[in-house]
Structure formats: structure tokens, C-alpha cells
């Protein structure tokens, strides 16, 4: 018997939809590319107020472009993510639509939201310290950080505002980087 997701998951088209219905008994709303219409933003928001929605877009430059337009209008909604290693099929094509039933399934289960916080939880200074900017090795560092918290690949500076809209602590981050090798 297939998991059932009781939240409508976002998705960018039917393959997508297509692949977790494979996975799961779920529903989708499909955006049909990075130029979301208002009638689609209509739709989740409706989904969002009834049964909860999750974002669940390809790790990539169009999916984190749908993904932004979401999280515009809808700051508080669930984000799933899916690294581009997991994403990828033998053609190197990136999409959630490639990935495994186990994936999936590990990437919903580590579904994360949005807080709003006053105070940052990671400044400019604690990435550096961190060793997650300006080391030459930063980027492995972020690659690293983003698989373990599931919370997709960034820039310094877009990942410190990650590690702030999730209210992820310094603790988590150096765990996290407990078992990175160089």
C-alpha cells in the first residue's frame, strides 16, 4: 500500500505527478513551467487553506525560480527538497521526476517551513566561520550542509537567509558538517 500525503504537492508538471502517484497516494497541482499564472497561485492558495500544501519543485534554476514565486505570496507553506545527484537520470536531465521511490519518500519526510524570525539565528560572520564562505572549499562545504538538512543547494549569501526563513541553529549546521570530508 502506497504512503498517503494528506497535503497537495506542488509540482512543475504532469512527469512529476506522474512519478509520485507511482510513490504515493497523493494529489498535485502542476505549475506548467516557471511562468506561474495567478489562477495556479488561486489554486494553492485554496489547497493551502484546506488541506496544506508542500512545494516540491526540481533542484534547479526554473524550479527554485516557481518555487520563489511561491514562497512570495505564501511565505509559511511546506518545501520539499531533492538534491540534483538524486534528481538526475542517466542523461543527466535534472528532475523530481527521476528520482527513486526512496528519495521521495526521504524528501517528504523532511518536509521544512518558513519561520519569521527578528534575530537572525546565522550571520555574514558565522558562515565564514563555518567555513561555508570565502574558504576555497565553501562550496563543497554549502553542497554538504544543504544534503544533510535537506533544504537544497544555495550561495553563501542565499544560504544564510535559508538557514534564517528555517530557523536552523549553528549546532545543526556544525553536526551537519560533522562527517565532511575534504
Known amino acids: 500500500m502506497k504512503p498517503y500525503i494528506r497535503e497537495v ?67 509559511n507553506i511546506k518545501e520539499a527538497f531533492i538534491s540534483r545527484n538524486k534528481a538526475k537520470n542517466k542523461r543527466g536531465k535534472i528532475g523530481v521526476e527521476n528520482a527513486s521511490p526512496e528519495d521521495l519518500k526521504d524528501a517528504l519526510k523532511r518536509v521544512v517551513t518558513s519561520a519569521k524570525t527578528e534575530v537572525e539565528t546565522i550571520t555574514k560572520s558565522d558562515m565564514i566561520d563555518l567555513q561555508l564562505s570565502g574558504q576555497p572549499d565553501s562550496k563543497k562545504r554549502r553542497h554538504h550542509v544543504a544534503e544533510k538538512l535537506n533544504i537544497g543547494y544555495a550561495n553563501a549569501n542565499s544560504m544564510r537567509q535559508k538557514f534564517n526563513r528555517y530557523n536552523i541553529q549553528k549546532e545543526s549546521i556544525l553536526d551537519a558538517l560533522k562527517d565532511y570530508k575534504e
Do not use: H, M, W
Not at 505549475?31 to 516540491?56: C, Q, Y
Open 9 to 75: 504537492i506542488i509540482v512543475e508538471g504532469r512527469d512529476d505527478t506522474r512519478r509520485l502517484n507511482e510513490v504515493f497516494d497523493c494529489e498535485t497541482i502542476e505549475t506548467n513551467g516557471s511562468a506561474i499564472n495567478k489562477r495556479t497561485l488561486d489554486e494553492i492558495e485554496v489547497a493551502l487553506n484546506t488541506r496544506g500544501a508542500i512545494i516540491f519543485t526540481d533542484p534547479d534554476y526554473p524550479g527554485q525560480k516557481i518555487r520563489n514565486t511561491i514562497l512570495e505570496r505564501f511565505p
